[in-house]
């Protein structure tokens, strides 16, 4: 082997291991800490954004990647030469061809340019420890090509995760829009019946006598869910007038606890109905007749929990 060989070949393992040092060292540089991506809060110019750095990032790994197989795929090549010149006896080497002659533009040649180089053979133990080296040098490489690997891989699952989280984001969102559009439209349907319920509703009886015409009067409207009177009750006379403007008022009431319940279910857990109906007790007794807009309420409720 020439030493014009043995330089070229030196100077190949040196570009190697200074590609393969700057690989390490843009593969080590400290990466920008990235807080939590709040799915529930991201936008869509958010989520665009998201997806363009982890294009870009991949790109960045498969740049590395194919950089890395070049790099490799050269070292082999000049191991191979080294083998086959290593094992080739000197007399079966081909001759090696002479670079052209350069003329300059005054037509004199230089001495330098057309004079032979001196031929040296490197000893065997040289020849060796350079193959070892490149070896070496290639198994690094492969490593660093499985690393980078492993790296696109990883942020291949990731950005599919974060698909997969936005999916389900943008599914609950759409489920809960469709329920409060429902809920609000339920909201507004009952306060129109309960408006016209009102503009037709007559005053309330004033009362006359000595008070227990007057107190029997809502026991009157007392009537049970199926439309029968509630037991214990005793019949109590009245016109029919005192009847329909009690089954009116009754009426008013249903709707406006329906209202109600209507609007905590559309502000959620936690919101002012609820807060008013924790603060009041519920009615003694269980259900009757004679119950409270917030027993109502929370009937209405515990009947929607269900």
């Known amino acids: 082997m020439s030493e014009i060989d043995l330089t070229q ?9 200074v590609a393969l040092i700057v690989l390490a060292t843009v593969l080590r540089r400290p990466r920008r800490r ?48 080294l083998q086959h010149q290593r094992f080739t006896p000197p007399g079966q080497q081909p001759a090696r061809k002479e670079p052209p002659q350069q003329v300059p533009a005054s037509g004199r040649i230089e001495p330098s340019l057309y004079a032979p180089p001196a031929v040296q053979e490197a000893p065997p133990a040289v020849a060796d420890e350079r193959v070892a080296a490149l070896q070496a040098e290639l198994e690094a490489a492969r490593q660093s090509a499985s690393t980078a690997a492993a790296e696109q891989r990883a942020l291949a699952e990731r950005l599919a995760s974060v698909e997969r989280a936005l999916t389900e984001a943008r599914e609950t969102a759409d489920s809960r829009r469709i329920d409060a559009a429902a809920a609000s439209f339920r909201a507004t ?18 009362p006359e006598g000595n008070g227990a015409d007057a107190a029997a009067l809502p026991q009157a409207a007392a009537v049970a869910d199926d439309g029968q009177p509630l037991a214990g009750d005793p019949p109590v006379p009245a016109t029919i007038e005192e009847v329909e403007a009690a089954l009116l008022r009754e009426r008013l009431s249903d709707l406006a606890a329906e209202v109600a319940a209507v609007t905590a279910t559309i502000e959620g857990r936690g919101g002012r109905i609820d807060a008013i109906l924790a603060d009041g007790p519920p009615a003694p007794g269980g259900v009757s007749a ?9 009937r209405l409720r515990e009947r929607t929990a269900t």
């Open 290 to 298: 004679a119950a409270t807009l917030a027993d109502k309420i929370r």
């Open 189 to 206: 349907a009952l306060n129109a019946e309960l408006d016209q319920l009102k503009a037709f509703a007559p005053p309330a009886p004033k």
């Open 34 to 81: 990235r807080g939590p991506v709040k799915l529930a809060a991201a936008t869509r110019p958010d989520r665009d954004l998201l997806r363009a750095e982890f294009a870009i990032e991949l790109r960045r790994v498969e740049v590395r990647a194919e950089r890395l197989a070049e790099e490799l795929r050269v070292a082999r090549i000049e191991i191979a030469r």
């Open 9 to 17: 070949a030196a100077i190949a393992v040196g570009a190697v291991l």
